[in-house]
């Protein structure tokens, strides 16, 4: 059956994400599978919630944007061409910030549509996940990349973008958040 997007109001989105251990052809068609809807949606990233499944791993796409929205990433203190690492397939990630520098910039979600607006966060990171594999490797990251990795580990943890919002920026979408809650809560 193939993958769909569940929106807010979703248990799965609220929940914190199992840790993986097998490392298999299943995981491999997980992965394949979350890349393909989420390029079908037009997004830089998704997380494994995001189709229902609270499980840690998420993958991303910076590419999609790199005009618009440009990324860096290095590993080792050694540049990373941007497609080399896209997609991106992060399985039990950690986000580390790097310096102080905060960048404010807009977010949306495919789990919640209609909703962007600017989050701050930290503007460089380092990334720390396993491959398809189970092999361990770290990068540090700014711009899109570093911004996606941040959102989507943030669904592995049950966290939404939503949540670094002050109340009047949340005041002004609570129609379109109690409509999705309704329409997608399970009974």
Known sequence: MPLELVFYGHPALR?????IEKFDSSLATFAGEMLDLMHAHDGCGLAAHQVGRPLEIAVIDPTVSRKERPSRAWRNGEDLPIESLSPLILINPTITPIGTKISYQSEGCLSI??????????ARVQISYQTLQGEYQEIQAEGLLARAAMHEVDHLHGILFIDHLSAPELQEYQELLTTL??????E
């Open 15 to 19: 929940t914190k994400g199992k840790r």
């Open 181 to 186: 809650a309704r329409e997608n809560k399970l």
């Open 113 to 122: 549509p209609g909703l962007i607006e600017k989050v701050s966060r930290p």
